[in-house]
């Protein structure tokens, strides 16, 4: 049920554990055109995507669920580096990214799961960097809306690489139109 | 291999392959809240978005090819019914749903397949109602970006029903900015 403030942690949990699944089948095995190639200069691919999802699995959300449970607001988080993919990912497939974020994002829940996070848990807070005061249910339900936000820029970086070859039904396709919305 | 309109038959087959089970993965399962809410008024549920995915595999794609390949300019294709997944889906499931449009994407590669298109096929030329002169290349290609711009629909649908609960994160988040694009 999902909570006065429109939240519920078995939601949460829900989308979480469907991504690396959906995601999974989306791309593993398709052609280079799809999954190698952006939207231009400093822009990312799937493969790219892939990587910082990758990279949030280790250093974003449980941990700082356990800076919030451990620390409060008496310790900020980490920043987080937008960038590390391309470090990170080098050398690596896209099956063998796909293979880690599946396996990094089912340890992630099995330790959430761990917590036993109750309700009155959920109002706890803990200190960003840059937004400040954020609660632990605010960092649980970015979670899952961090997942689709970057499932969002997948499906545009994908039809991105179509878009001259659809010819005149480009004014039909709303993906071509979207100029990506990340600060 | 992508020929020189940046378009290749087995690039489309690839993604048009995928996005049933992609779709399966992510939704089957899922709350009603993910699944079932849109984002207000004359706006589609994941729901709604499966329901009218499975129209165009009935009406759409395979038909105007055919009417391509028989007609040619000389029949213009048949208007494509945006709203006839609200008739349509009434009383089903989205498990249902999802079974069927993974039945009908199957029955219709199978069909495709059986065409053997030649890259010769690629520019003969049909008629849309409001687009004028369009190509069976140019449709073959609309075809898996019309997957993709659906999937950037239902990310957006989706996220629309966690946009409080993120608190100041939504910011961050780009899929909470857009604004949709379809025309």
New interface residues.
């Given amino acids: 049920m999902?909570s006065s403030?429109?939240?519920?942690l078995?939601?949460v949990v829900?989308?979480l554990t469907?991504?690396p699944?959906?995601?999974?089948?989306?791309?593993r095995?398709?052609?280079d055109?799809?999954v190698r190639r952006d939207e231009g200069k400093d822009t990312w691919s799937a493969f790219d995507i892939i990587g910082h999802l990758i990279f949030g699995e280790k250093t974003d959300w449980m941990p700082r669920a356990r800076i919030i449970l451990e620390h409060g607001e008496s310790r900020a988080f980490d920043r987080f580096d937008r960038f590390a993919q391309f470090r990170e990912s080098q050398g690596k497939s896209l099956e063998q990214l796909l293979d880690e974020f599946t396996r990094l994002r089912k340890e992630n829940l099995t330790a959430l799961k761990a917590m036993n996070l109750q309700p009155r848990d959920f109002s706890k807070r803990g200190k960003?960097p840059e937004?400040?005061v954020?609660?632990l249910?605010?960092?649980l339900?970015?979670w899952?809306?961090?997942d689709?936000?970057h499932?969002?820029?997948?499906?545009?970086v994908?039809?991105h690489?179509?878009r001259?070859?659809?010819?005149?039904?480009s004014?039909?396709?709303?993906?071509?139109?979207?100029e990506?919305?990340?600060?």
Avoid at 21 to 27: E, G, M, N, R, Y
């Fill in positions: 999902t403030d429109g939240f519920s078995a939601e829900a989308v469907r991504t699944a959906s995601l999974d089948a989306l791309l095995g398709l052609p055109t799809w960003h937004l400040g954020v609660t249910g605010q960092l339900a970015t899952p809306l961090h689709l936000t499932v969002h820029q997948l499906s545009r994908m039809a690489q179509y001259e070859a659809v010819g005149p039904w004014a039909y396709l709303g993906v071509l139109h979207c990506g919305h990340s600060a």
